[in-house]
């Protein structure tokens, strides 16, 4: 499969690395179709995040279509990188019920995965019109 792996500071790349796959009884590997780029990875790109080894694969913000409340029913723990989303997502929940802001406002960019170091490039340098990219995959 391809990711988005740390090389080094500055050095990320889109690599080809094992597919993923189940370890323990409790772990599920679920396909993503799309990902999105994610502040917290930029702390990693610059080197203000320490610990970093080369081969980490980025990305932890799953963008495609997923039964998030059939999750919920079967009591499972998913984890998100470092983002505090609980202390956001019901204020954001009822911005979005209530019409104060349009998510699709949010997604300001859809680039391919193969175009994912010149996304993140674009990000780092927050360019206008890059607030939430999201990376698809190539129609298989």
Same mark, same amino acid.
């Given at each position: 499969?391809?990711?988005?792996?740390?090389?080094?500071?500055?050095?990320?790349?889109?690599?080809?690395?094992?597919?993923?796959?189940?370890?323990?009884?409790?772990?599920?590997?679920?396909?993503?179709?799309?990902?999105?780029?994610?502040?917290?990875?930029?702390?990693?790109?610059?080197?203000?995040?320490?610990?970093?080894?080369?081969?980490?694969?980025?990305?932890?913000?799953?963008?495609?279509?997923?039964?998030?409340?059939?999750?919920?029913?079967?009591?499972?723990?998913?984890?998100?990188?470092?983002?505090?989303?609980?202390?956001?997502?019901?204020?954001?929940? %009822?911005?979005?019920?209530?019409?104060?802001?349009?998510?699709?406002?949010?997604?300001?960019?859809? %680039?391919?995965?193969?175009?994912?170091? %010149?996304?993140?490039?674009?990000?780092?340098?927050?360019?206008?019109?890059?607030?939430?990219?999201?990376?698809?995959?190539?129609?298989?």
């Amino acid at each position: 499969m391809k990711a988005v792996v740390w090389h080094g500071i500055g050095d990320i790349r889109l690599d080809d690395v094992p597919d993923p796959k189940v370890e323990q009884p409790t772990d599920a590997v679920v396909r993503l179709t799309a990902s999105a780029i994610c502040g917290t990875d930029l702390h990693f790109v610059r080197g203000t995040f320490s610990g970093m080894r080369e081969g980490t694969i980025l990305g932890h913000e799953a963008a495609a279509s997923f039964p998030i409340g059939k999750a919920m029913n079967k009591n499972l723990s998913m984890n998100a990188g470092n983002c505090n989303h609980r202390a956001y997502i019901p204020k954001l929940v %009822e911005m979005v019920r209530t019409g104060v802001i349009d998510p699709v406002q949010v997604l300001t960019k859809v %680039e391919a995965l193969t175009d994912a170091i %010149e996304a993140y490039e674009h990000f780092d340098r927050r360019e206008a019109g890059w607030i939430k990219t999201e990376l698809k995959l190539a129609a298989e």
